[in-house]
C-alpha cells in the first residue's frame, strides 16, 4: 500500500505526519511539496524521506493508493481528479470539492457511511471551524432534531497557517501585519475569508453549507459570526440550539458524555469549561456551559473548543483514512 502526503511541509501536512505515526498506519509513504520545498529531508516512520516536488509526471510514477491533501484549493483541483483517475483516492483538506454534490464531506463521528458514496475517489475534510462543532450536533440531532443553530466562532491564529502565526508575533512587535487585514495582537477580527454579496464572509458561508450537508439536513436553520482572536491555537465557538422538541439538560450532558470523539467539561461553580489551552494537542473537541435559554422556547447554549490544526485538519483526515481502510 502507498500513501501519498501532498503539502507534508505546512502546518497541517506536518501533523498529518504525526497523527499517522501515532496510529501507526502502515505503508509506504511519499511526501509531496511545491518545488520551493522539494529536496527537503523528513525524519517520519524511524526512516528519512526526502520530499518530492508536485508535479503529474511524479504523481504517475509513484500511483499512490491513497493521498492526503492539504495544499490549498487551487493545487487540489489541480492534482486530485490525476490521483483518482490513477486509482488512487484523495482525503483533500482544501475547500476545493466541498460543495460539489457528489464528493462527500465528511467528520467520522457524524456520517461515516458517507465514504461508501466517492464514487469521483476524491472525500472532503470539511472547514476546521465546522468539525469543531458538528461532532456535538449530530448526537443531538438524533436526540431531539434541531431547528436552527447558531455559531459565534474564536478562531485562533493557526486557522491561517505559518502565515497566521507570524502575524500574530510580528504585530506584537507593533510591525505591520501580512496576512490579516489588522492587527491581531491585542485585538479581534470579525472577518475571515472575503466578504460576500450577503454580508457574510465565505468562512461564515463555508460553516452554514457544511452544517447542512454533514448532517443531511438542508432545510436547517444556520447562521454564523466567525472571528479571528489573538490565540496561537484551538478554535472555540459559542453555540445557540433550538430543537423541534423540549430539550433535557441531563440528558444531554449523559448523551454528550458517551459520545465518540467528545469530551464533556461541564462544571462551571468549579471552573471546569472548555478552553482553548485544554483543548490544545488533543484530538476531541471539549464541550460545557450547557444551559436553557430561557429567552425562546426549547433552546440551548453551550461552548465547544478543538484544536483547529488536529481534529480540525489533520486528525479528521486520517480518521476518514482508517474507515477506507
Known amino acids: 500500500m502507498k500513501i501519498a502526503v501532498v503539502g507534508a511541509t505546512g502546518l497541517v501536512g506536518q501533523t498529518i505526519l504525526q497523527v ?27 526512516k528519512e524521506h526526502q520530499v518530492l516536488e508536485l508535479t503529474h509526471a511524479n504523481i504517475k510514477k509513484v500511483k499512490p493508493d491513497y493521498a492526503l491533501f492539504s495544499a490549498g484549493a487551487l493545487t487540489s483541483k489541480n492534482f486530485a481528479p490525476l490521483c483518482g483517475d490513477l486509482g488512487c483516492t484523495v482525503i483533500d ?10 464528493i462527500p464531506l465528511v467528520v467520522p463521528e457524524c456520517n461515516p457511511e458517507d465514504v461508501k458514496n466517492a464514487a469521483s475517489r476524491i472525500i472532503s475534510n470539511p472547514n476546521c ?9 449530530k448526537p443531538l440531532e438524533d436526540l431531539y432534531k434541531i431547528k436552527r443553530v447558531i455559531y459565534s466562532t474564536y478562531q485562533a491564529v493557526s486557522g491561517a497557517g505559518h502565515a497566521g502565526i507570524e502575524d500574530y508575533y510580528s504585530s506584537a512587535k ?4 501580512k496576512k490579516f487585514p489588522h492587527p491581531i495582537f491585542n485585538n479581534l477580527i470579525p472577518h475571515i475569508d472575503s466578504f460576500l454579496d450577503n454580508g457574510n464572509t465565505k468562512e461564515e458561508d463555508k460553516m452554514i453549507f457544511e452544517t447542512r450537508k454533514i448532517l443531511h439536513r438542508r432545510d436547517l436553520g444556520v447562521s454564523a459570526t466567525a472571528v479571528r482572536v489573538p490565540i496561537l491555537n484551538c478554535h472555540s465557538i459559542s453555540v445557540n440550539i433550538e430543537f423541534e422538541k423540549e430539550p433535557d439538560i441531563a440528558e444531554i450532558k449523559r448523551v454528550l458524555a458517551k459520545s465518540p470523539g467528545i469530551v464533556l467539561l461541564d462544571n462551571p461553580a468549579d471552573g471546569v469549561y472548555p478552553m482553548p489551552m485544554l483543548a490544545h494537542g488533543f484530538n476531541e473537541v471539549f464541550v460545557g456551559r450547557i444551559r436553557l435559554d430561557s429567552s425562546r422556547k426549547n433552546c440551548i447554549n453551550l461552548f465547544t473548543a478543538s484544536d483547529n490544526i488536529r481534529k480540525g485538519a489533520a486528525v479528521n483526515a486520517v480518521q476518514i483514512l482508517k474507515l477506507l481502510l
Open 93 to 102: 483538506n482544501s475547500s476545493a470539492f466541498r460543495r460539489e454534490p457528489t
Open 20 to 46: 499517522l505515526q501515532e496510529e501507526k498506519i502502515k505503508a509506504d509513504y511519499f511526501l509531496f511539496s511545491s518545488a520551493r520545498s522539494a529536496g527537503k529531508r523528513v525524519m517520519f516512520m524511524g
Open 129 to 137: 471551524s465546522t468539525i469543531g462543532v458538528v461532532a456535538v450536533l
Open 174 to 177: 507593533g510591525e505591520t501585519p
